[in-house]
């Protein structure tokens, strides 16, 4: 148990309790394993500074007792041997360390890469539509406009039946041009698919397998930007702590509506550790946003699995 709140006090208190077994003790054969418990714990919660300080000083106590006559020779080349795999040990879990927290900067680094890939792609997207629309508009639409025009002006002159179905022909035309401009300024994705595209994109950053489960008619309900915005940011924290708390990579998402025009949400994933639900400062936001739309949040555990249920109504 930590005396102090210095891991290496800690363990330089052992070795001074050690030392002092042998005012009241003159069998110390129960000491070398307790050393060597002890060069081995602190090899994994030891830094790298820290633990060639503590192996010097336990070395320095090993010595002592041999030079005492308290250990024999075999004893002490025993330690000897012992201190040394410790140490080789602590360079390994150092190294594990370093990988790993480079791995998670890298990690870091490509999602932030990637997200600004994508944002980068969508502005070149958007505006090449820009353009395409700007020209549909001032040439294509222009011309349209003018041979509109020239046609009533023709009708107007000379009432034919041919002249009739080129100005209906030309005002068509001209309608399915402005339509398709509209479509193409139009570049943002809107309820619940812009939700879902979110979560992809969320999806391969986190290296999740995330398997969506939407009832018939779900994607073509109307929701408010609001709605969208909260309905994201929930199932992000669901699966943020899906990452943190689970060792499964697999999620279950479901979206349906329920007779009372009710968008209901489930998460779930596996849970490791038996310990019990507490509410955190995740959980807490995640319900106070429902709340800002009328909605509610409720969190269980269905055996090994962290359940996260969710509804709120549709503004009509």
Do not use: W
């Not at 081995?40 to 320095?60: G, N, Q």
């Not at 024999?72 to 150092?94: D, E, G, K, P």
């Not at 990988?99 to 969508?122: A, G, H, P």
């Not at 070149?124 to 040439?139: F, G, L, N, Y």
């Amino acid at each position: 148990m930590p005396l102090v709140k210095i891991a290496l006090l800690n363990y330089l208190l052992i070795l001074l309790l050690i030392a002092l077994t042998i005012f009241i003790s003159s069998d110390l054969t129960f000491i070398l394993p307790l050393l060597a418990f002890i060069l081995i714990e602190s090899a994994f919660r030891l830094k790298e500074r820290k633990y060639p300080l503590f192996i010097a000083i336990a070395s320095t106590l090993c010595f002592s007792f041999f030079v005492f006559n308290m250990i024999a020779l075999y004893s002490f080349l025993l330690m000897i041997a012992i201190t040394v795999c410790c140490f080789f040990l602590h360079q390994y879990l150092s190294q594990v360390e370093m990988k790993t927290t480079l791995y998670e900067q890298l990690l870091s680094q490509f999602r932030k890469i990637k997200r600004d890939s994508v944002e980068q792609e969508e502005l070149v997207r958007s505006e090449e539509r820009t353009k395409i629309a700007r020209d549909m508009h001032d040439s294509v639409g222009h011309k349209l406009t003018s041979l509109l025009m020239q046609l009533e002006m023709l009708s107007i002159e000379n009432q034919t039946h041919n002249l009739i179905e080129l100005k209906q022909l030309a005002r068509e035309s001209l309608e399915e041009t402005r339509f398709a401009v509209r479509q193409l300024k139009s570049t943002e994705t809107t309820g619940l698919q812009s939700v879902i595209l979110l979560i992809r994109k969320l999806e391969m950053e986190s290296h999740l397998h995330i398997r969506f489960t939407i009832e018939k008619g779900v994607l073509s309900i109307p929701i408010s930007n609001e709605q969208s915005v909260v309905l994201y940011r929930v199932l992000q924290e669901c699966l943020t702590n899906a990452m943190k708390h689970s060792q499964s990579k697999e999620v279950e998402v479901t979206l349906t509506v329920d007779s009372l025009h009710h968008i209901l949400f489930e998460v779930k994933n596996k849970l490791v550790s038996d310990l019990p639900l507490v509410k955190g400062f995740g959980l807490t936001n995640m319900e106070g946003r429902l709340q800002e739309i009328h909605g509610q949040l409720r969190v269980l555990r269905d055996g090994k699995n962290f359940i996260v249920r969710g509804s709120f109504p549709l503004k009509r």
